[in-house]
């Protein structure tokens, strides 16, 4: 099995920053994607950015030039970094891993953090 701890959110003014952090533990070998996903109240949650573990990323729309992931393969953690943030960007961020390869050769896919609280106020 795998854990994943997120870190890193809290209440900020519009405009601030944020640096969310997720480490994955488990007798992991080696990851393939990590990626944070969001959650609005009402809303479905929604990817927000994802990397590869040969660090190429995708983010959506809303956040491209404002947040970067990246990812620390040898800690296991990705980080998010959220610059210029906005009222909209409130939600709960969840950490996300696609699938592992575990040190006795198993793979185990689709694993999910417990979220953290990230509001921006206006």
């Known amino acids: 099995q795998v854990q994943l701890v997120e870190s890193g959110g809290g209440l900020v003014q519009a405009g601030g920053s944020l640096r969310l952090s997720c480490v994955a533990s488990g007798n992991i070998f080696s990851i393939n994607a990590m990626g944070w996903y969001r959650q609005a109240p009402g809303k479905q949650r929604e990817l927000v950015a994802r990397?590869?573990?040969?660090?190429?990323?995708n983010y959506a729309d809303s956040v491209k030039g404002r947040f970067t992931i990246s990812r620390d393969n040898a800690k296991n953690t990705v980080y998010l970094q959220m610059n210029v943030l906005k009222p909209e960007d409130t939600g709960v961020y969840y950490c996300n891993v696609d699938w592992v390869i575990f040190s006795d050769h198993k793979i185990g896919n689709d694993y999910w953090g417990q979220g953290t609280q990230v509001t921006v106020s206006s």
């Open positions: 990397i590869k573990s040969g660090g190429s990323t």
